[in-house]
């Protein structure tokens, strides 16, 4: 799940999540450098570096870079005594720092164990799905061109082959494919198709879906609009603020419709739209009621 800041990437990655585990299918969904969290969504306190039951089917799980090096180095060094002194030299610490990506490597590492048919982990059960709430875009690329990038560097040995091993994952269009989320307004239209593009030619990775999420509803036809501007000179106060206030929702909601077309005319996948849904905050039965909307 990719696209900008605050378009709703945790929103719809649940929505689809909560999707997929009715239908059955055992889903997790992972978030990455601990952002602001599903969890909330599901007023779970804490989700962790744990695979945690959020609903029936649907799992979460918070990636802490730290963690996933950690049990990594742990599946990989079988000498013990190795181990201990990785750790205890915090290796890690010094690694992260002189290495860019390497954070974004090893998440992309966890993200790789969780998506195993046979989990390396100890008691580790396998999912149907698994769905990343990705950094928001810009990162997102970058993000996504981490394992070949060591790769690349490494050139040979166990650091260039498992690189090229996420690097595979990410380019396997059958099994992997990202969703970009979108809002209905000028620049995020433009910054979606932009992604698009470099999702597809920079990366490698299929563009599966595009969300126009927020969409208001259209209540007033054009006659009715018209009715309601002539309600704006009203007598009656009440009347008048009411028509200016559907007025102004009627003008954004074609203004987003505009909006719509745009992205169906400038993104090759297909685009399915979310209702914008008016409550304070969104909970669990928002996202119910968003998941019914998807598909
Ligand atoms: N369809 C919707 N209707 C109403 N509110 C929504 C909708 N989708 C998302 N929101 C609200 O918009 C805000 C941003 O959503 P969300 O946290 O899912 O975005 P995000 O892309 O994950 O943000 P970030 O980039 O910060 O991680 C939240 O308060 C969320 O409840
Ligand atoms: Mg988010």
Known sequence: MTGKG???????????????????????????????NASHIFDHSEVGFHEVEMAENLWSISIDPDESMREYVLLQLKVRAMRDLLFRSRIFTYLAAATPGLKELVTIGKIWELAQLDRKVKAGRKYDLVIVDAPATGHGIGFLQTPRTFAAIARVGPIHSQAQQLDRLITDQEHTGTAIVCLPEEMPVNESAALEHDLRSEVGVAVDRVYMNGLYPERFSKQEA??????????????????????????????????????????????????????PELGVEAARQLAKRLH
Do not use: D, W, Y
């Not at 945790?10 to 889903?27: H, I, M, Q, S, Y």
């Not at 007598?235 to 987003?256: D, T, V």
């Open 226 to 279: 018209e009715q309601l501007a002539k309600l704006t000179e009203s007598e009656n106060g009440l009347a008048r603020s009411a028509a200016r206030a559907g007025l102004s929702e009627h003008s954004r909601a074609r203004s987003q419709r505009a909006q719509l077309s745009r992205l169906r005319r400038r993104v090759e996948a297909p685009v399915k739209t979310l209702p914008f849904l008016f409550e």
């Open 6 to 36: 605050g378009v709703g990437k945790t929103t719809v990655a649940v929505a689809l999540g909560l999707r997929a585990a009715g239908e059955g299918k055992r889903t997790i969904v992972c978030e990455v450098s601990s952002q602001e």
